[in-house]
């Protein structure tokens, strides 16, 4: 007999920041007001979502990146909503965004003047090309995907021992011991990172295309909701790897 668990996890991408059109990356620029209606907007919409579902959710987990355009609106949102987010905030460096190198927070313009020709490049086809002094898509790619594994085999694991312990539905603890749902989650995050993370739903074990990074469109604050179905062998072993399906839902 096998163990069944199914998890609702929401990637929200940060609003419009402060500073223009710049490539950012690794800068760590504020929201601008803009963007902190533009996160609300989507909260908002994700929340109506989160009411659809078949099993509801009373509370949340919350991830985000380091970077303040993700931190700030994640913290503002636990302090407003703490019963929905009873956990500790939890911020994870794999949770960046891709590091441009030497063109983190120039101006796209001031990008394609004085670098013309590896900025086409880059864009054309960003698995074959790195910006100068920068990561390449597959150190990224191996980044977010490992962050990414082991978020979710840690969080299947504690709910597995949480409910075999209790006999009730396990959670996912922060450092403090305070606990969230564990059957849901969001994670504030990067443009760069959901690119990466559709492509492993969409194309599982392979590099993504170039079209993922210069043909989707995915604009400020957008999410998209991954469901994983996850099983493993009943055999009593505690460690034994989870087995997971991904199924991808956008937004209606």
């Not at 099993?55 to 987990?61: D, E, G, I, N, T």
């Not at 539905?169 to 959901?194: E, F, W």
Request: glycine share 8%; aromatic share 10%; net charge negative.
């Amino acid at each position: 007999m096998a163990e069944h668990r199914q998890l609702n996890i929401y990637l929200l991408r940060h609003g419009e920041c402060e500073g223009g059109e710049i490539i950012r990356g690794r800068s760590d620029v504020a929201l601008s007001d803009e963007g902190k209606a533009q996160m609300w907007r989507s909260w908002r919409a994700i929340s109506s979502e989160l009411e659809q579902l078949p099993s509801a959710p009373q509370s949340l987990a919350l991830l985000s990146s380091p970077a303040q355009r993700c931190q700030a609106f994640a913290a503002e949102l636990k302090a407003d909503m703490p019963d929905y987010f009873p956990a500790p905030l939890q911020q994870h460096d794999w949770l960046w965004e891709l590091d441009f190198g030497d063109w983190d927070g120039m101006k796209v313009a001031s990008v394609y003047q004085q670098h013309s020709e590896a900025a086409k490049a880059f864009w054309r086809d960003p698995v074959a090309n790195t910006p100068p002094g920068g990561e390449s898509l597959s150190a990224f790619r191996s980044r977010v995907l490992d962050g990414w594994q082991t978020m979710v085999q840690r969080w299947l694991a504690r709910e597995a021992n949480s409910s075999e312990g209790s006999g009730s539905k396990g959670s996912v603890s922060g450092d403090s011991g305070s606990s969230a749902s564990a059957d849901a989650a969001l994670i504030l995050t990067h443009s760069g990172v959901i690119r990466l993370l559709l492509a492993e739903i969409l194309l599982p074990g392979q590099m993504p295309p170039a079209a993922v990074f210069n043909a989707l469109e995915l604009p400020y604050a957008a999410w998209v909701r991954i469901t994983l179905y996850a099983s493993r062998d009943a055999s009593g072993e505690s460690d034994q790897e989870w087995r997971c399906f991904s199924k991808l839902h956008w937004p209606q």
